[in-house]
């Protein structure tokens, strides 16, 4: 399954994993229904994980953190 893949390449980025173990990442993950979350990716729910992307772009923090994720994965 190619989320499987996507976890295994995301989880052995050791820049992405220092991201989600900062305070910022754990304040950021805190608003997260994971369960919601884990579903719509198992499901492949497009529209939910929009919906969710989407919350958190919309605060200054997700902005700054998918900024710093950016950056970590190679992209301008």
Same mark, same amino acid.
């Given at each position: 399954?190619?989320?499987? @893949?996507?976890?295994?390449?995301?989880?052995?980025? $050791?820049? !992405?994993?220092?991201?989600?173990?900062? =305070? /910022? *990442? %754990? +304040? #950021?993950?805190?608003?997260?229904?994971?369960?919601?979350?884990?579903?719509?990716? @198992?499901?492949?729910?497009?529209?939910?994980?929009? $919906?969710? !992307?989407?919350?958190?772009?919309?605060? =200054? /923090? *997700? %902005? +700054? #953190?998918?900024?710093?994720?950016?950056?970590?994965?190679?992209?301008?």
């Amino acid at each position: 399954m190619e989320l499987d @893949k996507l976890e295994k390449k995301l989880k052995g980025n $050791d820049r !992405l994993s220092a991201l989600a173990d900062s =305070p /910022e *990442g %754990k +304040a #950021l993950a805190s608003r997260f229904d994971e369960n919601a979350l884990r579903d719509a990716a @198992k499901k492949g729910d497009a529209s939910a994980l929009q $919906d969710i !992307l989407r919350r958190v772009l919309s605060t =200054p /923090e *997700g %902005k +700054a #953190l998918a900024e710093k994720v950016q950056k970590a994965v190679g992209k301008p």
